[in-house]
């Protein structure tokens, strides 16, 4: 048991604090945002490149950077994110100690040491394998020990959030089932060890190839396994910002799923279901069986959609219902119209499950349709995918809530308030047309690995479309767009940390974030509330969009087939 003097009571919510884990969530937070700055950074600069009238960087340059941007964004940022999220789901809502905190600082040490040897090595020059890193293209070994060195830091840390739930079962932390919240970290958790297992089987004997104590890596194998690991670690991603939704929806509005229980059954599609998505990289591989392809794409992936398409419902019905109880019930939408959109928490949000829903969830059906995949697959409508997910979806929603960590976990107000009202808006508008225009482009064919897009010195001549560099063009001003908002981010963020006004309990009771203080996310229930029309409206508006695209593209492979 931990003395009373390692918790604090936090004025806004009423929860204990343990001072251990609010030091471990602000730490591993702080590294976080450094990561997204550099990996941000040098993604302005591979969109730089890929507008044909800028052509920034040239070859050699380019795919360092973009190694560099993929490793720093979608693995470093984003990990080291998640972690403060486990902390906060189990330590704070649970009210309980966190468990073993030597070695959650270890892990803490471990990743930083790790992405920064990755770093160097990317950055030294002879690491350039983007962040598929498939072989026979070979990294320096310090390369892959770095990556090594982070999953196991990041192992360790996911055994202490397990040990601290533990914990606080044990020591009776909270009572009945643990909140949806947490529940949705404990998802992520899940799946993110099976996760960090595929990449030690890859990548510890790639280290061991580098340097030269295995002679060969069989391609295949290593995609198959690999995948295992760069796509699943996106689940982990869609399975906690789907529960920071939740909590966000929760601290704001005091709003409460329509059902938990179907929410929590949701979230267990996601472990059984949702890291078979990896299927869809490698549906062009001649050596994978078609019967692996058609089931992996269509049976057991319908079920993860499932799972996301609840989410889809409960989030958006849970906020109407809460708005409808303060009142606001004239109409279909004067809910959403009246929600609090100057709330930059709020805002950030719900622009990004609506982005995550209508770009990254429908495009990513119809990347899964195995015939459709064959058109699409090595194009810039890969990329354009991803971003609509990992950077609409996750990291806009990880923006989002950091509106609320700076207050409530860094007791500092946030600076910059005007600025911050904005933030959201303008690096979601540029996000959203990233994802647009490089999938725009990847439709009229524009190839995803290819620092050119007209192959100006290649043997053969490839042409596109004109089109295609007007989408380039476009995708290179929305860059410009989600960079200047990802910086606002950073400025706000760092600034408020560094030099915001102290939040005592004062300041806490005259300006309160939280709606109807911690009940609200760290005890649930379900919406007794469930007529929510507008929410019904915007779900037949999505599926509307998703059966029209999806046909749209069946369209598009129709026209390859007299090739045969």
């Known amino acids: ?120 090595a990317v950055l030294q020059g002879d690491s350039t394998v983007m962040f598929t890193s498939y072989v026979p293209m070979k990294a320096e070994p310090h390369f892959y020990l770095g990556l090594i060195i982070f999953a196991v830091g990041a192992l360790i840390a996911l055994f202490v959030f397990f040990a601290t739930l533990v914990v606080a079962k044990n020591e009776k932390t909270y009572e009945g089932s643990v909140p949806l919240v947490t529940f949705g970290a404990i998802t992520a958790a899940i799946i993110a060890v099976f996760t960090i297992a595929s990449g030690a089987v890859i990548l510890i004997p790639t280290w061991l190839w580098s340097m030269g104590f295995i002679a060969n890596i069989d391609t295949l194998l ?135 829903g209508f770009l990254g969830g429908i495009s990513g059906v119809v990347m899964g349709t195995e015939q459709i995949n064959l058109i699409i697959h090595n194009t810039l409508y890969v990329p354009g995918h991803f971003h609509a997910t990992v950077v609409a979806g996750t990291t806009l929603t990880f923006m989002a809530v950091t509106y609320l960590v700076v207050p409530l976990i860094f007791r500092r107000e946030i600076i910059l308030p005007g600025m911050a009202k904005w933030q959201p808006y303008i690096f979601g508008i540029g996000v959203a047309g990233i994802s647009l225009f490089m999938m725009g482009a990847g439709t009229l064919g524009v190839a995803r690995r290819h620092w050119d897009i007209t192959f100006t010195d290649a043997i053969m001549s490839v042409e596109v479309p004109g089109t295609a560099f007007l989408m380039m063009g476009l995708n290179g001003i929305s860059a410009l767009l989600a960079g200047v908002g990802g910086a606002m981010y950073v400025v706000i963020v760092v600034g408020s940390v560094l030099f915001g006004k102290r939040r005592d309990e004062a300041v806490a009771k005259a300006n309160p974030i939280i709606f109807d203080g911690g009940a609200a996310v760290a005890n649930y229930g379900s919406e007794e509330q469930v007529k929510v029309p507008g929410t019904i409206v915007l779900v037949a508006i999505f599926f509307t969009a998703f059966v029209l695209y999806y046909f749209v593209n069946w369209k598009f492979l129709s026209e390859v087939w007299p090739l045969s």
Not at 262 to 283: C, E
Request: aromatic share 14%; net charge positive.
């Open 1 to 120: 048991m931990a003395s009373a003097a390692n918790f604090r009571t936090c004025p806004d919510t009423g929860l204990k604090v343990d001072r251990t884990a609010e030091a471990l969530i602000k730490a591993n937070a702080v590294v976080a945002v450094v990561f997204l700055a550099v990996g941000g950074l040098f993604g302005v600069l591979v969109a730089m490149t890929r507008w044909p009238a800028v052509h920034l960087l040239d070859a050699d340059m380019f795919y360092l950077v973009l190694t560099a941007h993929g490793a720093d964004v979608l693995l470093f940022w984003i990990l080291f994110f998640e972690v403060a999220i486990l902390y906060f789901a189990s330590a704070i809502l649970l009210n309980s100690r966190l468990a073993t905190p030597k070695f959650a600082w270890l892990a803490f040490i471990m990743m930083v040491v790790g992405a920064v040897m990755a770093n160097v």
């Open 222 to 356: 290593y995609k198959i396994i690999w995948w295992g690991m760069g796509h699943s670690s996106q689940q982990i991603n869609v399975a906690a910002h789907v529960a920071v939704w939740y909590c966000i929806a929760a601290m704001v509005l005091g709003a409460k799923p329509l059902s938990e229980k179907v929410s929590r059954t949701a979230f267990l599609l996601y472990i059984l279901f949702l890291q078979l998505a990896s299927a869809h990289h490698l549906l062009v591989e001649p050596g994978v069986s078609s019967e692996w392809k058609i089931f992996n794409t269509s049976y057991a992936m319908y079920l993860a959609v499932l799972g996301s398409m609840i989410h889809g419902l409960s989030v958006p019905g849970a906020i109407e219902a809460a708005q409808r109880r303060r009142g606001f019930t004239h109409g279909i939408f004067e809910w959403l119209r009246k929600a609090p959109w100057g709330n930059p928490a709020f805002s950030g949000m719900f622009m990004s499950l609506v982005m995550f």
